[in-house]
């Protein structure tokens, strides 16, 4: 049985071309880039053209504004505590209800040692309420964060119009964009925006785990997270990670140059699938509603089943797919994301992720739409709410 991978928001297949940029720096330009004989000067050499191409790939101003971290929650934690750190006298926090853990729960902790957090709202379609955070930004507020895209609807939020509209609130206030799930997706184009730090994250995109990188504007005063050699100037201590860095960078050229097939073929794909589930499937309602979606990403709710059991019964047929629910955490809290869209209990529980990527094929799509409702009629008749099922089948 092949494997359908329709989860590529959790993360992604390492691109072939990527392994192969890869290899040379594991056996062959091992050296440290600080070191100063001739073998380390490869590895020296490497990190800075990977620099050079993952600021293209941001359109970052310069390579500078480039610091490699070791994954996306290093990005936004480095950003929100390395901002903070040098506005200590300001308390206030502005972001959304929608945030990934890395973000959400680093701000619950904020909290709970003394900042004041301010959570603007999403309405039923997933969409910001961007007049709510503008009118809380005051003299005090240090941070204004806000992702670029949602991981579990694929919502896009207009990060370059807020930063802006912050910015004419108070020029002093901090705009951090969460855009791992952004960033290779959909254009992005630093240096004409008013954003001040950017997260990435090289897994979700065809690099390997374990590597990412924080854009942090020219000028962006920042305390580091991790205190100890002069690596990344001073910014970020530790050896540079030369063959995950020189990876992320050929994934980042390679994104950018597939990006045109992410805005056409993914996306019709997506939409495939979108239409071949709702079309086919009584109870199936659209999670993913708002008109500005990345490419790759719709979220269905399936009224009165179980998310578990969807994906496990996937998982029979070799289809990859991710539920709402915190469930790797072993958690069945449903989906912080979806509870904020206002989605009723109905289908909260009941909701599925698919995310494509660049390697997904129409055969697969059609696979799922072909297999998906069978799993879904078996699921419908050992569900405890037959009355509800029979209203909506009649
Ligand atoms: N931000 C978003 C929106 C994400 O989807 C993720 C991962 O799923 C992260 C941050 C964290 O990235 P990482 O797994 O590299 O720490």
Redesign the pocket.
């Known amino acids: 049985m092949n494997l359908i991978y329709l989860d590529n928001?959790?993360?992604t297949m390492v691109a072939p071309e990527v392994v192969d940029a890869m290899l040379p720096y594991f056996t062959q330009e091992y050296g440290n880039p600080s070191s100063i004989y001739d073998l380390a000067h490869g590895a020296n050499e490497a990190v800075k053209i990977s620099r050079e191409k993952v600021a293209d790939f941001l359109g970052a101003n310069e390579p500078k504004e480039i610091i490699f971290t070791?994954?996306?929650?290093?990005?936004?934690n480095m950003a929100i505590k390395g901002v903070l750190d040098v506005n200590r006298n300001k308390k206030h926090i502005i972001t959304t209800r929608v945030?990934?853990?890395?973000?959400l729960n680093l701000y619950k902790d904020l909290e709970k040692r003394g900042y004041q957090v301010s959570w603007i709202d999403v309405d039923s379609k997933g969409d910001l309420n961007i007049g709510q955070l503008l009118e809380l930004v005051t003299n005090d507020t240090a941070l204004v964060s806000v992702?670029m895209?949602?991981?579990e609807t694929g919502t896009i939020y207009p990060v370059d119009k807020i930063s802006e509209a912050v910015k004419m609130r108070n020029p002093e206030t901090k705009v951090f964009v969460?855009g791992?799930?952004a960033a290779g997706k959909i254009p992005i184009n630093l240096k004409d925006t008013k954003i001040d730090l950017f997260?990435i994250?090289?897994?979700?995109f065809h690099a390997p785990?374990?590597v990412?990188a924080l854009y942090v504007k020219k000028g962006t005063m920042l305390s580091p997270l991790v205190v100890g050699g002069h690596q990344e100037k001073g910014k970020r201590a530790g050896t540079e990670n030369v063959p995950y860095i020189v990876g992320m960078a050929c994934a980042a050229q390679l994104a950018k140059d597939s990006l045109n097939d992410e805005l056409t073929r993914v996306k019709s794909l997506r939409d495939k699938l979108e239409k071949g589930i709702l079309s086919n499937v009584k109870n199936a309602v659209l999670n993913s509603k708002s008109s500005n979606r990345v490419p790759n990403t719709t979220n269905i709710g399936f009224q009165y089943v179980e998310g578990e059991l969807i994906l496990l019964h996937l998982n029979d047929e070799g289809i990859c797919a991710s539920s709402g629910s915190a469930c790797t955490s072993g958690s069945l809290e449903p989906s912080h994301v979806l509870r904020a869209q206002g989605v009723p209990f109905t289908s909260l529980h009941g909701s599925i992720r698919f995310s494509l990527s660049r390697y997904t094929t129409e055969s697969e799509i059609d696979y799922t739409i072909e297999k998906l409702p069978l799993i879904i009629q078996k699921l419908v008749k050992i569900s405890p709410f037959q009355k509800e099922l029979n209203e909506i089948f009649k």
Do not use: F, L, Y
């Open positions: 928001n959790a993360t070791s994954c996306g929650s290093e990005s936004a945030e990934h853990p890395c973000v992702m895209a949602n991981n969460d791992v799930q997260g994250s090289g897994h979700k785990k374990g990412g």
